[in-house]
């Protein structure tokens, strides 16, 4: 081989690898550590694989260039402050949190840079000073979902124009549930829909909260972004069609395990777009550099395998709008 094409070809290889890996000190492999909620990767699928394929198409290999702590709380209020904790204490060089782990990492650190996916309201939640200037150590990835409560409300009238009594299932552990409520309520009122809020701190509350909405006439429920919903997102879909009452959920994998319709962002896009951010600060930027990012784009989605199974006929207007139609 000749030098010239030596040369060339190992500067084309060189501009695959991650850039990151120049801004590290010499053979040192940067330490991810990501704190999740449920107890295991299966629980957490399909987000779990996003991330690692978001880091994968940067380059980044889990071991080899990269090595991720992954650390799994399954929903115990305490362990998500001492598994917070232990991620500290490995002096990762990021920390990555979903959802409402976020906030458990910033009571942790102060120093080490925290990126978090599926935040509901970042601001509300004390993460960020604002969402162009974060400011502190924390920045990420907001899923919008509060203000999106009152247009899933809508959707189920739409698909279900019969209904005029809706449970609102909230997890009153979850200082954003309140919002859910006020934003279904102010709705409900101008869509002509009494709202009912039923509280689930565990997973073995479901099933007795849906008899209870049965017995009070409740007609559908709709299931807002938090975590122990999407972490009963099957057991919720089989009580709901079992009952009878339609179901809108707040992202896909609710409507995949078997809920009526979905309004939302898509979550599998933003935890792959996470490692972006991770990137840039491996590359140097700061969290407070780093707008909070949120989602220009919201997803209709509608199981007409359910409908057929709740005998709902879903208006044709609807099927139309709608991003995607499962059959």
């Not at 709202?195 to 099933?207: G, I, K």
């Not at 319709?261 to 898509?266: H, L």
């Not at 490692?275 to 209709?300: H, M, N, S, W």
Request: proline letters at 5%; glycine letters at 8%; charged letters at 20%.
């Amino acid at each position: 081989m000749r030098r010239r094409e030596f040369i060339t070809l190992l500067g084309s290889a060189a501009a695959t690898w991650p850039l990151a890996l120049h801004a590290q000190a010499p053979g040192r492999i940067p330490k991810i550590g990501v704190l999740w909620h449920a107890a295991n990767i299966e629980q957490e699928t399909p987000y779990y694989q996003s991330l690692v394929e978001g880091f994968r198409k940067l380059g980044y290999v889990d071991g080899q260039n990269i090595t991720l702590e992954h650390r799994f709380p399954n929903e115990v209020p305490e362990v998500f402050g001492t598994m917070a904790a232990e991620l500290v204490s490995l002096k990762c060089d990021v920390l990555v949190g979903a959802g409402a782990a976020a906030s458990h990492l910033k009571k942790a650190t102060k120093t080490i840079p925290i990126v978090f996916m599926f935040g509901f309201d970042p601001i509300g939640a004390g993460l960020v000073e604002s969402i162009a200037r974060p400011g502190g150590n924390v920045t990420g990835l907001s899923n919008f979902s509060v203000q999106l409560s009152a247009k899933r409300l809508q959707y189920l009238k739409e698909i279900v124009p019969t209904v005029t009594r809706v449970g609102l299932l909230i997890n009153p552990n979850v200082k954003i549930s309140s919002l859910y409520v006020q934003e279904a309520t102010e709705a409900g009122i101008k869509l002509g829909v009494d709202t009912q809020s039923f509280e689930v701190r565990s997973l073995s509350d479901f099933e007795p909260v849906f008899d209870a909405m049965v017995k009070v006439g409740m007609q559908g429920v709709v299931a807002n972004g938090e975590s122990l919903i999407f972490q009963a997102r099957k057991v919720i879909a089989n009580l709901a069609l079992a009952r009878n009452l339609p179901s809108c959920g707040y992202v896909r994998e609710l409507l995949e395990a078997g809920g009526l319709i979905s309004y939302g962002v898509d979550q599998r896009a933003m935890a792959r777009r996470a490692a972006v951010y991770v990137d840039r600060i491996l590359k140097g930027k700061k969290p407070a550099e780093l707008p909070v990012e949120q989602p220009t784009r919201f997803e209709l989605l509608i199981n007409l395998k359910t409908a057929k199974a709740l005998g709902v006929m879903v208006p044709q207007e609807l099927l139309d709008s709608a991003d995607e139609v499962i059959e």
